[in-house]
């Protein structure tokens, strides 16, 4: 399978960045053995569709309601994402748990409204550093799947350590190790083959000189970036670091 290689712009970007940003992937991805993958805040989702059509750069969302078009003030619908250019869509980021207190079970209804309106979810999950110390970061992220996953659920995980995110830290490759074989554990149990052939993201503070380290751990799956997703160059180093497989090699 190949790796997916997913940025995270979260709120960071103008009209002005896109060809600064996007252009110079879309040129490149046709050679890279990995799949791309942008999320831009949701205003830029139908012009960076405009600038990467033909190209081989996925777009998605970073978040979405639950709900579906109506009096929702504020609100984007699943649909809306799709119908603006997006195929993907992050939901339950660290940063959506902790600033607006998505629960598992807010997370699982959003899983629900994108997989119905044809969006492949990214479902993140991660311990914060209190839990890690104690020795509970398999636990939590063992409980996050199981409230956030749906049955029937057909998309990605991404392992995010909520104290990675941002801070320029990482776990060391034995402990993303460890806990990207408990996801696939989960997975299969709960899911079957199709468990075993979901991606499993590690993302929090990748960076062009830690990837090709993180990136070759035993289950992962491809990263989710951050800040290093701002820059071009950076984003195409992390891609380039990722076990290259053609799509013909690329299996389930
Ligand atoms: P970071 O963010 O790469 O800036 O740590 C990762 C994320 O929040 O998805």
Redesign the pocket.
């Given at each position: 399978m190949r790796s997916l290689i997913?940025g995270?712009w979260?709120m960071n970007g103008r009209m002005a960045d896109l060809r600064r940003i996007v252009a110079p992937l879309g040129a490149a991805a046709g050679q890279l053995g990995c799949d791309l993958l942008i999320c831009p805040p949701a205003t830029l989702l139908a012009p960076a569709a405009r600038l990467l059509d033909g190209t081989a750069v996925a777009l998605g969302g970073q978040d979405c309601s639950a709900l579906a078009d109506g009096a929702h003030t504020g609100e984007l619908a699943a649909g809306m994402l799709h119908d603006a250019g997006a195929r993907w869509v992050?939901l339950g980021?660290?940063?959506r748990r902790a600033n607006h207190g998505e629960s598992d079970a807010a997370v699982r209804a959003k899983v629900l409204a994108a997989q119905a309106a044809g969006l492949a979810p990214i479902v993140?999950v991660g311990e914060h550093e209190a839990q890690r110390l104690d020795g509970q970061a398999v636990a939590v992220v063992s409980g996050q799947l199981a409230g956030s996953l749906p049955d029937g659920f057909a998309g990605v995980v991404?392992y995010?350590p909520v104290w990675?995110?941002?801070?320029?830290r990482t776990p060391g490759e034995a402990d993303v190790a460890q806990t990207h074989m408990a996801i696939r554990a989960a997975l299969v149990a709960r899911f079957g083959t199709a468990g075993r052939g979901m991606r499993i993201l590690y993302?929090?503070?990748?960076?062009p000189c830690n990837a090709a380290a993180l990136l070759a751990v035993p289950e992962v799956g491809g990263?989710?970036?951050?800040?290093?997703?701002l820059d071009a160059e950076d984003f195409l180093a992390i891609a380039r670091a990722a076990p290259q497989l053609s799509k013909a090699g690329q299996g389930g």
């Open positions: 997913a995270n979260k992050i980021h660290s940063e993140c991404a995010e990675a995110v941002g801070t320029g993302g929090g503070s990748v960076k990263a989710l970036v951050g800040g290093a997703s």
